[in-house]
């Protein structure tokens, strides 16, 4: 029943030349915005650490960030050094996980990258 409505809308419709085009995804430009949007320097200053309690000149510091989607989960690791040096680190993680749990391992395997 559905194709011959199908094939009748086709046929009564073919006289306005109309062609179908599938939309243009919007999940790719949505991300290429946000990259874009939160990119930043990593050899300029963070906020995080504008008035330090102590003397940070020899702390090292990490940062993570894990996700997750309906197929895979992954994180990113940044661990700078003393001196400055930038450390970037990415995983893909073969086992299903929740954001948190993609976000604690990220911190795990940061530790362990330290």
């Not at 003393?82 to 929740?98: E, Q, T, V």
């Amino acid at each position: 029943e559905t194709s011959g409505q199908l094939l009748k809308w086709a046929v009564e419709l073919s006289q306005f030349d109309i062609n179908f085009q599938p939309r243009t995804a919007i999940k790719g430009q949505a991300l290429a915005d946000f990259i874009v949007e939160f990119t930043y320097d990593v050899d300029l200053p963070t906020r995080v650490l504008e008035k330090p309690a102590s003397d940070t000149s020899k702390l090292w510091r990490l940062y993570v960030d894990g996700s997750s989607n309906e197929n895979r989960a992954g994180a990113g690791i940044v661990l700078i050094s003393p001196k400055g040096h930038n450390i970037h680190y990415a995983l893909r993680f073969k086992f299903p996980a929740l954001n948190n749990e993609a976000e604690y391992e990220a911190l795990i395997a940061g530790l362990k990258l330290a």
